[in-house]
Structure formats: C-alpha cells, structure tokens
C-alpha cells in the first residue's frame, strides 16, 4: 500500500458521512497537508512507512473527535418533532396566560402568544406540505444515504448553547423579577415601612405581574428539546 493510499484512506474514514462542503474539503486537505509534512520528517529520522504514519495521525486525534462530535440526523423528521414542540410549547403558554388577561400587561402578551402561535402552526403546516414527501419515505424506510436528507449537528456546541440559554434565562427572570420588586417595594424596604396588600385582588395582580416573565422558560425549553431529540433521530454513520 502506497504512502498516498494510506492517507486517502485514513481521511476517508476520518470525514465518513460528512457532507461534501467547502469547509470539509479545506479542512480535509489541511489535514493531508499536515500529514505529509510529518511524515515526511519522520521519515528522514529513520522511521519505516507505517511507523511515520501511525506517528503522524497521533497529532490529528483532536481532529478526530471534533468529527466524532457530530453527530448525522434525519433532517426532516428532526425539524418536523422540532416544529411541533414549539407549537405546543406556544399553545400553552398562551393557555396558561388567558386568565392573565385581567390586566393590561397580561392581555398584551396573551394577544402576542396567540398569534406567536398562528405563525408557528402556519409554519409547522407549510413545512409539512413541502416535506410530505420526504417524510413518507422516511418513515417507509430507514435506509438512506443521499446527504440531502441528513444534516450534522455538533453535540458539544449544542450543550453549550443549551447550558448558556439557560443561564441567560435564569440572569433575565432575576433582573425581572428584582426591577418588579423594587418598582413595588422598594420604598417600604428603604423606609423600614411594611408591605401591605389590600385585599386579594391586589394580591392577584403582584402574583400576575411576577408570574408573566415565567412565560419566557419557553426558550430554553425549546433549545433544551433540539438537543434531546438528537439521538432520536441520528442516523448510523454506517448506513
């Protein structure tokens, strides 16, 4: 097996799956290019072929578990179970904020999740129709190898996002909440006064007021979703 062979064929497997991009091929042949080189100083030290060569892949393992990172899903069938959990998860929470029309705040958002929720279901309805048929084949057989059909996604950068979302999240509803307690409280706080509530009504309107931002959760529940259903539908690099 020639030099060039074994190169070819260790790339080859390295990029197996990935789709046919510019990237890819850049990145492929900076690879190759660096293998070379390396090789080739190996072997004016007076290593054989194969020693040069094993030596030589050891400096590109970090590049191999950026591949193995990805991981190759069925696009359609992924967007579809995508687009539903938005739908849903915006259905409810212009459910759950109908009794909050009471107050003007609460009668805004709902109006907004209400047609937040048109638009997602229009889109959900007209991504169906385009991909029905890609989706019935999908669904009749498992075996596919056309690249068209699949999409990468990488794991590690996902779990970041998902990690800062919620971080972002949780940042936003304490920045919220303390500006919604200080427009309230805050001159009994800074006078030693107490804080009193009249009656269940005004109750009901300072729990309103601090619940509404809770609404928000949607979003990193939505990113949270797009990272769990990855496995569901990853195709095997081998098909």
């Known amino acids: 097996m020639t030099l060039e062979t074994r190169i ?45 060569f094993q030596t030589a892949i050891q400096h590109i393992k970090g590049m191999e578990q950026l591949m193995s990172d990805q991981r190759r899903v069925k ?4 967007w579809t179970a995508l687009w539903q959990s938005i739908l849903i998860y915006s259905l409810v929470a212009w459910i759950v ?19 937040l929720s048109l638009i997602v279901g229009v889109a959900y309805v007209f991504y169906m129709i385009s991909n029905r048929d890609n989706l019935n084949r999908d669904e009749q ?12 996604i990488r794991m590690s950068v996902m779990k970041q996002w998902q990690r800062r979302v919620w971080w972002l999240w949780a940042a936003v509803m304490f920045v919220l909440w303390g ?45 949270n979703r797009a990272y769990r259903i990855v496995s569901k539908y990853e195709v095997s690099e081998n098909i």
Request: glycine residues 4%; without cysteine.
């Open 179 to 223: 500006t919604q307690a200080a427009l309230r409280f805050g001159s009994n706080i800074w006078f030693n006064r107490p804080i009193e509530v009249d009656g269940p009504y005004q109750l009901a309107v300072i729990l309103v007021a601090f619940a509404l931002p809770l609404i928000s959760i949607i979003v990193p529940l939505i990113v």
């Open 141 to 152: 057989s498992t075996q596919s190898s056309d690249q068209d059909k699949t999409m990468r």
């Open 97 to 115: 904020t109908i009794p909050t029309r009471v107050k003007l705040e609460g009668a805004l958002l709902n109006n907004l999740l209400f047609i």
């Open 8 to 52: 070819n064929r260790h790339l080859d497997r390295l990029f197996a799956g990935a789709q046919d991009t510019l990237e890819h091929r850049e990145l492929k042949e900076e690879i190759r290019g660096n293998l070379l080189a390396r090789m080739e100083d190996y072997l004016a030290k007076g290593m054989s072929e194969k020693q040069a």
């Open 75 to 78: 696009r359609v069938p992924y």
